[in-house]
């Protein structure tokens, strides 16, 4: 069974930056997608950034392309999301997520497509 552990999320002041990490366990994840989702209060859960573990194509959505790198260590099962020039709109629980497809551009936007959530972690960015 797959299981995701999300951490360091946090308090930061606009401009600044986090790196959230996901921890995977239970199988190996070569064929793999992880994908990174945000929800904020009032909002639907949203496509933050993905990356098919083999190849390390990533995708980004439009509104953190350029401020956010999604990125993998297979040596320690790990998925992270470096995040820079935070903005306060980009407050948020962020979660990880695994597919067991490698999904492309359009298809790793899909809630639907992943199959195992991790619990999430908060951001909070301040102006």
């Known amino acids: 069974q797959v299981q995701l552990v999300e951490s360091g999320g946090g308090l930061v002041q606009a401009g600044g930056s986090l790196r959230l990490s996901c921890a995977a366990s239970?199988?190996?994840?070569?064929?793999?997608?992880m994908g990174w989702f945000r929800q904020a209060p009032g909002k639907l859960r949203a496509f933050v950034a993905a990356?098919?573990?083999?190849?390390?194509?990533?995708y980004y959505s439009d509104s953190v392309k350029g401020r956010f790198t999604i990125s993998r260590d297979s040596a320690k099962n790990t998925v992270y999301l470096e995040m820079n020039s935070l903005k306060p709109e980009d407050t948020a629980v962020y979660y990880c997520?695994?597919?067991?497809?490698?999904?492309?551009?359009?298809?790793?936007?899909?809630?639907?497509?992943?199959?195992?959530w991790g619990q999430g972690t908060q951001v909070t960015v301040s102006s």
């Open positions: 990356i098919r573990w083999s190849s390390s194509s990533t």
């Open positions: 997520a695994a597919s067991r497809r490698l999904l492309g551009s359009v298809s790793s936007r899909q809630l639907g497509e992943y199959h195992d």
């Open positions: 239970g199988r190996t994840f070569s064929g793999y997608t």
